[in-house]
């Protein structure tokens, strides 16, 4: 067993917790944060990718739309290298009333969300993929942002400032002393060990999994809700810009372009368990019907991976606490000294990836109000580490690098041009991580063969540092052809069909993995 | 002289046509692109599971065929299957295949695991594992697709399908195939290794870690085209030397296709490659022609008869749309399909249904309505797009596919023969 | 068409779509020429489908400019990837800002041959004077070495004109020929048997006044000049007839009007679509009337055993190699296959002080396998490879219709 101490605990590893832990260290506080996995494993890293302009919410959620304008010009400053700037464009499909578009420039001006109404003809030379049927169109700033890069680098952040990252700690219990929180149990996951946390407050920012979180300090019945949405990459990006529909928010809306893909988003779907997501065979038709909405012959178009996010909503009668500088709309502060009599323990979830930093500033400001301390918030001001140089991603990003470094190292990845340099250099920093984990980072295997060529390197290259046995690189290797296939086989038809049937070839066929030496059941850690 | 158009160059249209074209037909290949060959692991498969591991496929074959109904091993016994496996052994020659069909090499793979094969690359078979055996495995630093501490540390730590365990230890070169170059193929490497005095060099870099009495695994790139380099610098290293197939690029796969890709064009094949196949017409339920989309359009194809032996969904002869509905390219042909949905979310569970899907041919390699009649009666199919075989699991690929090249092959050259004769009675 | 379509078009469409089908199996890797003599260039899945995923307007992997467009990775692609086209366009949205003098001066291919013509003989001479070839080196970027082409003193429309009338009657139709720049002014032999070799099967040929087709400017880079000229050649060849054949003797140039130009610049035109359609290489249009049962087979023998070697541009019209099924036919000879991919020159590409040595290491198994088989003589055919392969092996290489021409008994 292993002790620690810290003035917070914040539980939970997304966009959420990172913010809050980047915003309590900032402000002077020791801190630690703890995940059950790796960060942004879950919602974070489950979306579709879009720095929200606002335009989205001008006329269904004012409040919130004001609130992304705001964030995102934050946002693509402080985090420049999480966010490319592609611009964005609501256009209205033939199924779509264009006069609609009277009331969003309306409520887009009201709000303060910058927009522009475009012809179609420019619309269509800038992106000549979207349907010419549009009838008219408003060009907005919306982004798109790689949501683990974000996390990672608010974490990252956070450590310059003292806090302590513990990931794949799970919190097993809360233990209260009296009134107060007083102690945090967690279990390392990779070494079985209890580790205590003697803190006087902590963060629940664990989302869809929030409720859970509440109920082990003793305040039942905190009902997050996980509304869950699928997402589904294409190969390559069909529009260099995010392309929203000019309608009332809905399913299959928007199509985001991220890196090197192109991401349909999403639908809503009430779950129960936001650990079994399922991604339904009439969803996927949806999004493709979507998809053929804003670009024609989208059912051609190549899918290369699906999966599937839980929105955390929280449905709770007795949030209303009357205290409403804290909230808005689209996020909930539950303050449970007053919800359940219990001091030092505040519920955070809803929001938007796009306003997380903004979420962590109102958690953390109702903290010091608990606390009776006034420390303001900085976290606007200041670039995380990695993005001093205010430089914006650009897709052209790796390909230029490679230019450079193509005599010096080898491309592991060949699809997203990981380089070996980049992959051993993150074991060192995570020599612990599955390939899931360095996937996050690296986007190893996230390209259209799916791991079918990078897989074997991966694992031949992990196998030649110093702390992976054999045993454990092939059952990594074995994990990551398990979960990269949960993402394929929901949308297996057209090229990806080829891409398996070769891939089979290559790791059935040639290699004949499935008669590697065990464990067969893969490990989980 | 009858005319017949094969559609496909992998193994068995390759096979398909040298065997026409042998037998006197006129024969024009049109390929797409390359074939499927230099993408395998360069051996002969017949049957390595069915589910558990085979060691004498001829001899499982039957009872194989009878558990797996609607297998195309169920058409093509196991006399044919040995009789073909040895005609393309006589066709690519001692130096690119050896072996007996009957009995099943246990060969380890890039990542270590053993897998059973019939017929290998000479420059193959000192890797078999057997109890006892000591290997050095020696990877180079500048070639990312093997990886010899994978290969010897799950090598070592199985249970060998003959009983016994081998002893094997990992070694690494640091030997660029080019001057300055960090990111080799395996074929840049065998290229290299096709000029002599690249070979000596390499050979003396694996001698100095080589202990007596090792034989020495390397990844499989021993020269492309000349089929001796592997057994020069086994005798300039002193010890037994095999290769261990890489994924695609696959060298032996290449030596594979470029040996009867040029034994077809002597044969008088003529290879149109680079062009698909895009239409047909046919006439009292015969095929008259095929449409060949060249650059400057449409040309046709008039043969007597057709072998379709595009392959599987890897090269999309089968399609999968999104909505599943699933065709064959060519021709539209009926497909057998299983019930129910095509794909489950178990990556380590039963074969997918999706890639069980293919059409169905008689015991003359005709295609048929599933359960019916011919076609056409000039329409023949052999290999990938056979249905009811998962390859890659069961490693049955080239077995099935030169077993159907050469009965399609054998039945159009019957058919002419019988044509002529009735001709010449008339 | 705006002139900026074709660049515009590079930058958003076409082959781009096609890279969805790139299951990165890499037998594109294995049939480049460039990359199996050099590593600096990164091959043609890295280039292509890989790379284009990266792309957004600008091209910032320079290195693909290594690319010698021989289209062997299209060629090979069984899964229908535009792997040359797509680097094609790449290459052309990446000189858009800076293109090299050089480039442009190399691919106005009609200039070249109208201005040596008039003094072929002085133009030879200069050509071939090392202190010359360095000072053009220097300025234009041409290596010194770089196979040049002998001009003519006569042209063909020089020679159409003087002429007598054809021995053979006209009793099978009339062909409209196209001959090409090179076949033009340079290499006028390959017309005129070609001609000769039509009228003899009993056709009366026609030859428009014609310009060039605008490939080496495409293959450059150079997609508005290249469109203007394409289009302007379809024109040319269209005003002899709507409906009649059309026959080339110049391998390259024939696919640019089959495929190319429409395909790699994005070129979309009726009157494009119409030539492309009826064109036929004059091997391509002779197998064909042999398939048909309808070509004289009375050829008389020559003794010959020499290598044919098929240009890529050539190859990948998709139609595999009529030459070799016609060179079958004749008595005696024996056309053995070069096996090569590639002869290096690529056009234009071979003549490039940066790319010279490239050329020569891609283009020297074709001239050793010349060598060894029959170093006096060998066939191809395309203008440039010829002159390619006649500097690296010291043979005369000439288009397989030659021989055709020969074993009909023309003189």
Known sequence: MKTLSADVVVVGGGSTGAGVVRDV??????????DRADL??????????????????VVSDPHSATECAEENAIIARIQAHAVERTGGYFVATHVDDPSWGDEWAKGATDTKVPFEEVSVTEVLKAEPRVNPKISRAFKVEDGSVDGWQMVWSAANSAKLYGAQILTYHRVTNIERDGDRVAQVICTDEKTGEEVRINTNFVLNCAAAWGGQIAHMAGCPDVQVVPGAGIMIAMNHRLTNSVVNRLTYPADGDILVPVHTVCIIGTTDQKADDPDRLEIAWDEVQQMMDCGELLVPGFRKARAIHAWAGARPLVKDSRVGSGDTRHMSRGMSIIDHSERDGLKGLLTIAGGKLTTYRLMAENVVNAMCEQLGESRPCRTADEQVPGSEDKKNYVITHRLEEREHDRFDDQILCECELMSKGMFTRALVDQPKGNFDDLRRQLRLGMGPCQGGFCSMRATGVALQSEHIDVERATGLMRLFLKNRWIGIWPILYGDQVRQTALDNWIFQGTLDVERLPGPTHEEVV | MTRVVVIGAGPAGLVAAIRLAEGGARVALLNKGTGGLQLGQGTLDILGYGPDRVERPLDALAGFAEAHPGHPYGVLP????????????????????????????????????????ALASPSMTAGACVDGARFVIVGLRQLKDFYPELVVGNLVRTDLPGGGRLQARAAMLDLPAREGEIDSTGLTYARALDDPAYRKRFAQAVK?????????????????????????????????????????????????NRALTARAKAAGVRVVPGSKVTGFRASGGAVDSVQLATAGGD????????????????SGALTADSYHNVHESVFDLPLRRPEGHLVHGDYWGDPQPLFTIGVEVDEQMLVRHPGGDPVYTNLYAAGGILAGA??????????????????AADSILAAAATATDQGAAS | MNASHGLEFAQTEVARASLDHCVKCTICETHCPVSAVTPKFTGPKFVGPQAERFRHGESVDHSLDYCSSCGACTLACPQGVKIAEINGQARAVMKADHMPLRDQLISQTTLM??????????ANAALSLKPLRTVIEKVMGIHRDAPMPKANTQTITGW???????????????????????????EVETSKKSIEVLEHLGYEVLVPKQGCCGLAQQSNGLFDGATDKVLKLCDDLRSAGRDLTIISSSGSCTGMLKHEAHEIMGVDDSRLKDVGTRIRDIMEFLLELYEAGELPTDFKPIELTAVYHAPCQLKSQGMGQPAMEILKLIPGVEAVESGATCCGIAGTYGLKKEKYEIAQAVGKPLFDKVKEVNPEYAMCDTETCRWQIRKGSGAQVEHPIFLVHQAYGLR
Not at chain 1, 25 to 34: D, T
Not at chain 2, 89 to 114: F, K
Not at chain 2, 218 to 245: K, M, Q, R, T
Not at chain 2, 391 to 404: F, L, N, P, T
């Open chain 3, 113 to 122: 041959g109208m201005a040596m013509t008039p003094v072929a003989p002085v």
């Open chain 2, 208 to 256: 100095a870690v080589v202990e007596p009495g090792e034989t020495v695994g390397l990844p499989a790139v021993l020269g492309l085209d000349d089929h001796n380099a592997w057994s020069e610098v086994a005798e300039a290293i002193g010890a037994p030397v095999f290769e261990i197939p890489l994924p695609p690029p696959s060298v032996p796969g290449m030596r594979l």
């Open chain 2, 390 to 407: 998962t390859r890659w699991q069961e490693k049955s690929g080239e077995g099935i596919a030169v077993a159907s090249a050469v009965r």
């Open chain 1, 40 to 57: 942004g494993q879950g919602t974070t890293g489950r979306y579709h990718g879009l720095l929200h302009s606002g335009g989205r919410y």
């Open chain 2, 78 to 117: 196991a006399d044919l299957v040995a009789r073909s496996a040895n005609y393309l052994r006589d066709l690519v020659g001692p130096a690119l295949l050896v072996g007996d069909a009957a009995s099943n090499l246990q060969l380890p793979t890039a990542v270590g695991a053993v897998r059973p094969t």
């Open chain 1, 25 to 34: 260290a900032m402000r002077g506080y020791s801190a630690i944060l703890v």
């Open chain 2, 299 to 314: 040309r046709d194809f008039v043969a007597d008869a057709f072998v379709l032996a595009t392959g599987g969904f890897e």
């Open chain 3, 160 to 186: 159409l004109k003087k002429r007598q009338n054809p021995a053979t009657k006209a009793t099978r139709g009339t062909l409209v020929f196209f001959h090409g720049c090179a076949g033009g002014y340079f």
